[in-house]
């Protein structure tokens, strides 16, 4: 058997925060729910679910229209999230807070209108090895139509950005460095503040894709110096359909509209439109205000447990079915990094993974088979997709111990 810290029940009372948790309570083909697929979108806790309702069922209006009392409410609460949003990042305004559908739409936004803006023939955008696919193809779109040059950091057999290689990619026409702050498909975290800072000294701006470090990490915009960073909703325990992007105020000033309509202006005529200042420049038409109330609820929940305590609670677990996986015999890890957060992606021989999903699904364990839109991170290692398991705070030792049953499982059907 793996161990796991003894301590590790001092840190969080995971019986009590799975309370909060309606979804866990079910049983699935009669065995009860082992949900390890956090990473693709998180599960929400009450404290979501009732924000959502009563938003709903006492306060629904349209947001910044209107002087009656609902339409009051519901702006109150749709703009208490961007203040709780300006903590959970430690962003200096509220102001450089931007409402979008996730972390998907808040890089396109940057692609889409300081890209345009900005990028010419000849330069160059660097990604990085570890991209999700949300985070390359808007760039490459961008040098399609700019006759730009995508460039890309390279990685090590663990997982890792190699940063000597890094530096060498740098050089003058380089405008952009995006990046993944937690690698999705392998879990690596990436050390952002270090690329972050050699973009910046290469005269570069730096994006950082935060959708899975802000679930698992405690994320500082400033301490990192990030020019651009993308989360959503959904994955921090939120609902779908809502994230964040920030950006620094000088740079959103400058960069022009990326869609427009109603809430995003100031004055329209036929000849001319002046345009709103920030952050609703970049919010055109009525947003998903439930969605945004509801996520300044799981920001709320998640602050309340601490990030520190869930980096820490997670890390453990993390080591726990490290261990576990890795007694089981055909079966290899994918992305070994040295610092790495809440997923388990491995491959087992001769078992293609959709069959390994389906055999832990009947026995009510969800994890994530496929390519986890990072084909290029899939390419890098010579294989056709992974199994992965991704865990939260709400995730168990015991839960582990079932993942590891049910792979025995799949070894006695298919090896
Ligand atoms: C690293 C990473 N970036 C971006 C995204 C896209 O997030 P969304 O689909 O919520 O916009 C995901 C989603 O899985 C992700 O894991």
Request: hydrophobic share 40%; charged share 20%.
């Amino acid at each position: 058997m793996s161990t796991l810290s003894s301590q590790v029940s001092t840190i969080l009372d995971v019986e009590k925060i799975r309370q909060d948790f309606p979804v866990l309570k079910q049983t699935i083909h009669g065995k009860p729910l082992v949900y390890l697929d956090s990473a693709a979108t998180a599960q929400k806790p009450l404290a979501v679910i009732d924000a959502i309702r009563k938003f709903h069922e006492v306060d629904c209006a349209n947001i910044h229209r209107g002087v009656h009392e609902l339409s009051q409410r519901s702006t109150a609460a749709y703009e208490e999230t961007r203040a709780r949003t300006k903590k959970f990042i430690n962003s200096k305004s509220r102001n450089e807070l931007i409402f979008v559908r996730g972390a998907t739409e808040g890089i396109n936004l940057v692609a889409s209108s300081w890209g345009r803006k900005n990028v010419k023939a000849g330069d160059e955008i660097i990604v990085s090895a570890l991209e999700h696919h949300s985070n390359i193809v808007p760039w490459q779109m961008l040098c399609e139509e700019k006759d730009a040059k995508l460039r890309v950091i390279p990685m090590n057999e663990r997982g890792e950005l190699i940063l000597e290689e890094y530096e060498k990619l740098l050089n003058p026409r380089t405008r952009m460095v995006a990046f993944t702050h937690v690698s999705n498909a392998l879990g690596t975290i990436t050390p952002a503040r270090e690329i972050i800072e050699m973009a910046h000294r290469a005269g570069a701006l730096a994006l950082v894709d935060g959708a899975q470090a802000a679930p698992h990490l405690k994320v500082d915009v400033q301490a990192l110096d990030a020019d651009f960073y993308a989360f959503s909703g959904h994955k921090v325990f939120g609902p779908t359909g809502i994230g964040i992007l920030y950006g620094k105020t000088k740079l959103l000033n400058a960069m022009p509209p990326y869609q427009g309509g109603g809430d995003m202006i100031r004055t329209v005529t036929f000849e001319k439109t002046t345009y709103n200042d920030l952050p609703y420049k970049f919010e055109a038409g009525t947003p998903n205000i439930a969605g945004g109330i509801g996520m300044g609820a799981a920001l709320d929940y998640v602050t309340k447990i601490g990030l520190e305590k869930i980096a820490a609670y997670e890390h453990e677990l993390l080591l726990y079915g490290t261990e576990a996986l890795q007694r089981i015999p055909g079966l290899k890890i994918i992305g070994t990094a040295q610092e790495k957060a809440a997923a388990l992606s491995f491959v087992m021989e001769g078992i293609h993974p959709h069959d390994i999903g389906t055999v832990l699904d009947r026995q009510g364990i969800a994890v994530r088979t496929g390519h986890h839109c990072a084909q290029p991170v899939m390419d890098w290692f010579h294989v056709p997709a992974t199994t992965r398991a991704s865990l939260a705070f709400y995730n168990t030792a015991a839960e582990i111990d079932a993942l590891a049953a049910g792979l025995g499982k799949v070894r006695e059907l298919f090896a």
